[in-house]
C-alpha cells in the first residue's frame, strides 16, 4: 500500500499480526508509523503497550518475546523494530517462519529503507501482513496529496495555483509541505480556503532556515542559543506541530546515517544513503559525536513521544514540548 493511500483512510481492520514500513521518506514514515499506533491504539493512555528497539542492536527472541507478551492494560500490544534492514537480513528465515503463523497477541512492525518485493518473506507480508510504501512521492502526487490534505485534516481548500507555488518555494519535501498547509490553513481561518498570495506571504526560506538554525544549536550542546531559535518562530507565529513536523525530518536523517555508521558503513556514504547533502557531512559528524550512539539510536522513539504530547498525550503546553526535546538534544552525552 503507498503511503498516501495509507494515510487518507487507515482501518483498524487492515492491520495486521506483521506490518512493514518501508522506504526512504522520513516524514512519511514516522506518520505511517504513528497511525498503525493510532490505528491500534486509539486511545493514548495505551501507548505503554508500543515498544521500539533499534534493528542493529536487538535479537529476534527478545522481539518475539516482547510480541508474545499481553499487556496488563490493552488487548493488543505493537512491537516496532526502527532501521530494521540489518535485522531482516539475519533472521530472514525465521521471520519467514513467523510471518506464516505469527503470534495473535500483538503487532510486529518492522521498519526498512529496502524492501525488495521478489524474497520469500516480502511475498509471504504481501499476502498475510501489511506493507507501506513510504518511498519518496513522484512530484506529480505531491499536489493532489496537499489538496487532499488540506480538505480532509483542515476542512481547507487549496487552490491549484497555490498548491503550485507551494511546492515552488517550499521544495518536494513532504514533511515541511505538510507543516505549510498546517500553518496556512490555521491563517486561512474561516475563509477556508488558500490562495496563491497567502503561500508568497507565509512560505519562505526564513523559516525554513530558523528551524535549521534551532536543530544545529540543539544538536551541538548550545541549548541556550536553541531555545532563542525556538522563541523567534514561535513569536513570529508559527505553529509548534508543524515546527515538530520539519524537525523531524532532519533528525530522522540523523538517525538514519547514524545506524548505517554503527553497521560499519563510512560518514559519506552513510550521509548520501540518508539524504544528507555533502555540505551538511562536517556538521553531521560534530552532531553524531555530542549526541552519541545512544541519543541517535533513539530519536525514533523520542520523535514519536514529543508527537504524541504535542497532540494532546501530555498536560504540558506544545511550547513546552518543543523546549524540553531541544534540551534534551543539547545536554552532553553520557555514553
Known amino acids: 500500500m503507498n503511503a498516501l ?28 508509523i504513528h497511525t498503525v499506533v493510532r490505528a491500534i491504539f486509539p486511545d493514548p493512555e495505551s501507548d505503554a503497550s508500543v515498544t521500539r528497539f533499534s534493528g542493529a542492536a536487538v535479537s529476534l527472541a527478545d522481539v518475539l518475546d516482547e510480541v508474545g507478551t499481553i499487556p496488563f492494560f490493552s488487548h493488543n500490544r505493537l512491537v516496532v523494530v526502527d532501521e530494521a534492514d540489518p535485522f531482516v537480513t539475519k533472521y530472514r528465515k525465521d521471520l519467514e517462519a513467523y510471518a506464516a503463523n505469527p503470534f495473535k497477541s500483538g503487532c510486529l512492525l518492522l521498519q526498512c529503507k529496502s524492501w525488495p518485493g521478489t524474497t520469500n518473506l516480502a511475498k509471504l507480508i504481501a499476502a498475510t501482513g501489511l506493507v507501506i510504501d513510504c518511498g519518496s512521492p513522484r512530484e506529480a502526487e505531491l499536489a493532489p496529496w496537499l489538496v487532499e490534505l488540506a480538505k480532509t485534516r483542515f476542512e481547507t481548500r487549496l487552490d491549484a495555483d497555490a498548491v503550485r507555488q507551494l511546492i515552488e518555494l517550499a521544495g518536494p519535501e ?25 503561500v508568497i506571504k507565509l512560505v519562505g526560506a526564513g523559516r525554513v532556515e530558523t528551524i535549521w538554525k534551532a536543530l544545529d544549536a540543539a544538536t551541538t550542546g548550545q541549548s541556550r542559543a536553541a531555545l532563542v531559535h525556538l522563541d523567534n518562530l514561535l513569536a513570529a507565529g508559527e505553529q509548534p506541530i508543524p ?93
Open 5 to 32: 493511500e495509507w494515510l487518507r483512510g487507515p482501518k483498524q481492520q487492515l492491520v495486521r499480526p506483521v506490518v512493514v514500513v518501508c522506504g526512504d521518506d522520513s516524514y512519511l514514515t514516522r506518520e505511517s
Open 174 to 198: 513532504t514533511g515541511i509541505l505538510a507543516a505549510e498547509v498546517e500553518k496556512l490553513a490555521v491563517y486561512a481561518g474561516s475563509s477556508g480556503r488558500i490562495e496563491r498570495d497567502d
Open 243 to 335: 515546527v515538530l513536523a520539519a524537525m523531524s525530518t532532519n533528525l530522522m536523517k540523523l538517525h538514519h546515517a547514524g545506524i548505517l555508521r554503527s553497521a560499519r558503513l563510512d560518514l559519506d556514504e552513510a550521509c548520501k544513503r540518508a539524504g544528507i547533502p555533502s555540505f551538511a557531512i562536517e556538521k553531521t559528524k560534530k552532531q553524531h559525536a555530542h549526541l552519541g550512539p545512544r541519543r541517535v539510536n533513539e530519536l525514533p522513539a523520542t520523535l514519536l513521544r514529543a508527537d504524541l504530547d504535542i497532540k494532546g498525550g501530555s498536560t504540558l503546553e506544545p511550547r513546552v514540548v518543543l523546549e524540553m526535546l531541544l534540551v534534551h538534544l543539547a545536554v552532553p552525552r553520557a555514553d
